[in-house]
């Protein structure tokens, strides 16, 4: 499976921004995909993940009054809806694929990343 994540920029706090990453190559309809961010300097941590086929949302505690995860089953491809946009979300988000039902939040749970997509909120 290969993904390519895009939608990061430079936005003000406050603001918001959509995130998409497309998949392509082997099936994943099984398993689910999911964000992740991380800052510099700071550990990999989970964001938002969504089951392939019944498209079942979970999200880290931190995010779920601002984020909204969604997928287009017909394009293959993912989004995260990132709203009140705030400094502390600066991070490179990365996109990945678990094949398999699992846990969502490990990063170890997912086969294939994809190269990451940058946000810079500036206050």
């Known amino acids: 499976v290969q993904l390519q994540a895009s939608g990061g920029g430079n936005v003000q706090a406050g603001g918001s921004l959509r995130l998409s990453c497309k998949a392509s190559?082997?099936?994943?309809?099984?398993?689910?995909m999911g964000w992740f961010r991380q800052a510099p300097g700071k550990e990999r941590e989970f964001v938002s993940a969504i089951t392939w086929s019944q498209g079942s949302t979970f999200y880290a505690d931190s995010v779920k009054a601002r984020f909204t995860i969604s997928r287009d089953t017909t394009k293959n491809t993912m989004y995260l809806q990132i709203n009140g946009l705030k400094p502390e979300d600066t991070a490179a988000y990365y996109c990945?694929?678990?094949?398999?039902?699992?846990?969502?939040?490990?990063?170890?749970?997912?086969?294939?990343w994809g190269q990451g997509t940058l946000v810079t909120v500036s206050s």
């Open positions: 190559g082997d099936s994943f309809s099984n398993g689910h």
């Open positions: 990945a694929v678990a094949r398999y039902p699992g846990r969502k939040d490990v990063p170890g749970e997912y086969e294939y």
